[in-house]
C-alpha cells in the first residue's frame, strides 16, 4: 500500500464508519431518515445542479430544532480532503424548526461545479435531543474540467487596449507638437 | 462656468491628457493585461470557474482605482503645495472647500477611467456571461464610494501636511489596510478578528458584495447593507474634506 491510498483510507475510513454508524442508527433507534440524491445527468465544471435532500421523521413524536447541513469531499486519489464549501454553495445549512411523525422535509442544495475532480456530498441531521448525528448516504460524482476562459476573448482585448491607449496618446502628442511649435 | 466647474474641467484635461495621466493609464490597462493573459495562459487558472475569475478581475480593478485614488487625493492639496501652485488657487476667487470639491470630482473622474479601461477586461474574461452585468453595475457603484471614501479621507490630509510624499505615505499605509481581505486571504477572514477588520474595513464590504453579487449570485436584498455601510464611510469622508478644507494654508 502506498502513501496515496493509505492517507484515502484513512480519510474515507472515518467516513465510512460514520455512514454506517449513522444507517444502523437510523435502523435502530433514531426517529430520522436522511437522504440525499444526486443529478443523473454528467456534470462539468461551471454546471449548477441541484441536489435533494429529504429527512423524514419515522418515530411517534414531534421533533423540533432539527438542523440539516452539506459536507462535500474531495475524493480525489492522493488528494482527498473536506472541501469548504464557500463559494460552492450558498446554501450550507436549513433548520427545521418542527417535523411531526411521519412527516417529510425536502430541501433543495444547489451547487455551483467550481473544480474537476471526483467528489461525495452528504447531509447530517443534528437533533438537539440526540447524541448522535445521522448521516445520509454518500453521493459520489465526478465533475469533467472544462476550460472557462476564453483566449479569442481575453487575447485582443490584452493586446489591443494597450496598443489603442498608446496610440491616442501618441496621436495627441504629435497634435500638440504640431499646434506650438 | 463657474470656478468649480473651471477647476473641473481643468482637473479632468490634466487627468486624461497630462504626461502624468498617459502614464498611469497606461500602466494601469498593461497591468490588467498581464493579469488577463496570466489568467488565460495558466492551465489552473483557465479553469477557474467563470463567475470566479470575473470576481478577482473585479478585485483587481477595485484595487487599481483605489490607488490612482489615493495618489490623487495625496497630490490635491500637498502636491500644489509643493509645486508652489496653491497660492495661485487660494489668491483666485474661490474658497478651499470648492477646490476640495473640484478636487474630488477629479479623483471621481479618474475612477470612472479606470472603469472604462477595465470594462473590457471584464467582459473579456466573463466568457460565459455569467452575472456579468450585475459585475460590471456593482463594480462601478461601489467602486466610486471607495473611491470618495480613500480619495477623501487622503485629500483631506493633504489639506494640511506639508509635503506630497508624507501624505502618500498615511495614504498608502490605509490603502494597505484597507486591502488586508486580499493578504489575509478567505480562512483567516473567517475568524473572529478576521471578520471584525471585514465588518470595519470598507474595501472589505466592496469585496464581499461582488462575491455575494458574482459568485453566490444573490440579489441586491443582500448587499443593502453593504451599500449602507460604504455610503456611511463616503459621508464620513466628504464631510472630513468639508471640515479640513474650510481653512487652507500655504
Redesign the interface.
Known amino acids: 500500500m502506498n502513501n496515496g491510498q493509505l492517507v484515502a483510507l484513512l480519510i474515507i475510513m472515518p467516513l465510512v464508519l460514520a455512514l454506517a454508524v449513522g444507517t444502523c442508527h437510523a435502523e435502530g433507534q433514531s426517529p430520522i431518515l436522511v437522504d440525499i440524491q444526486g443529478p443523473a445527468q454528467p456534470l462539468k465544471?461551471?454546471d449548477t445542479p441541484t441536489f435533494k435532500g429529504s429527512v423524514t421523521n419515522v418515530g411517534n413524536h414531534e421533533l423540533s430544532g432539527l438542523v440539516v447541513y452539506l459536507s462535500l469531499v474531495s475524493l480525489k486519489p492522493g488528494a482527498e480532503h473536506p472541501v469548504?464549501l464557500?463559494?460552492w454553495s450558498?446554501q450550507k445549512a436549513v433548520r427545521i424548526s418542527k417535523l411531526g411523525p411521519g412527516q417529510i422535509n425536502t430541501q433543495d442544495w444547489p451547487m455551483?461545479?467550481?473544480?474537476?475532480g471526483r467528489f461525495g456530498v452528504a447531509l447530517t441531521v443534528v437533533d438537539p435531543d440526540e447524541k448522535q448525528p445521522v448521516v445520509s448516504n454518500l453521493v459520489i460524482f465526478n465533475i469533467q474540467?472544462?476550460?472557462?476562459?476564453?483566449?479569442s476573448?481575453?487575447?485582443?482585448?490584452?493586446?489591443g487596449?494597450?496598443l489603442f491607449?498608446?496610440l491616442l496618446?501618441g496621436l495627441?502628442w504629435v497634435y500638440t507638437r504640431s499646434r506650438y511649435s | 462656468m463657474s470656478a468649480v466647474g473651471s477647476l473641473l474641467r481643468k482637473e479632468l484635461m490634466e487627468e486624461v491628457?497630462s504626461t502624468r495621466g498617459?502614464v498611469l493609464?497606461?500602466t494601469c490597462?498593461?497591468v490588467?493585461?498581464i493579469f488577463?493573459?496570466l489568467?488565460?495562459s495558466n492551465t489552473e487558472?483557465?479553469?477557474?470557474?467563470?463567475?470566479?475569475?470575473v470576481y478577482m478581475m473585479c478585485g483587481i480593478v477595485l484595487a487599481l482605482g483605489l490607488l490612482i485614488a489615493v495618489v490623487r487625493g495625496s497630490d490635491g492639496f500637498a502636491g500644489e503645495r509643493e509645486r508652489q501652485t496653491l497660492e495661485l488657487l487660494l489668491v483666485a476667487p474661490i474658497k478651499g472647500q470648492e477646490i476640495a470639491l473640484a478636487k474630488l470630482g477629479g479623483t471621481l473622474i479618474a475612477w470612472v477611467l479606470v472603469f472604462v479601461?477595465a470594462s473590457?477586461?471584464v467582459?473579456?474574461?466573463g466568457?460565459?456571461g455569467?452575472n456579468l452585468g450585475p459585475a460590471l453595475i456593482y463594480l462601478f457603484f461601489s467602486g466610486m464610494l471607495l473611491t470618495l471614501i480613500l480619495g477623501g479621507v487622503t485629500l483631506a490630509l493633504s489639506a494640511k501636511t506639508r509635503t506630497f510624499k508624507a501624505t502618500l505615505s498615511i495614504g498608502l499605509t490605509l490603502f494597505l489596510l484597507a486591502a488586508s481581505p486580499v493578504i489575509l486571504g478567505?480562512?483567516l477572514r473567517q475568524g473572529s478578528i478576521g471578520r471584525l477588520i471585514d465588518w470595519v474595513n470598507p474595501f472589505a464590504h466592496g469585496l464581499n458584495m461582488l462575491d455575494s453579487v458574482v459568485?453566490?449570485?444573490?440579489g441586491i436584498s443582500f448587499q443593502l447593507l453593504h451599500f449602507a455601510i460604504l455610503t456611511c464611510y463616503a459621508v464620513a469622508a466628504v464631510w472630513s474634506v468639508n471640515v479640513m478644507t474650510r481653512r487652507v494654508e500655504l
Not at chain 2, 45 to 53: E, G, H, T
Not at chain 2, 215 to 218: A, G
Open positions: 465544471m461551471g469548504d464557500e463559494d450558498a455551483r461545479l467550481i473544480e474537476a474540467p472544462k476550460p472557462t476562459l476564453s483566449s476573448r481575453i487575447i485582443p482585448v490584452a493586446i487596449e494597450p491607449l498608446l496618446y495627441h | 491628457f498617459a493609464y497606461l490597462s498593461a490588467l493585461s488577463a493573459i489568467l488565460v487558472l483557465s479553469l477557474l470557474d467563470n463567475a470566479q475569475a479601461l473590457p477586461f467582459w473579456a474574461v466568457s460565459t455569467q478567505p480562512s459568485v453566490d449570485s444573490q
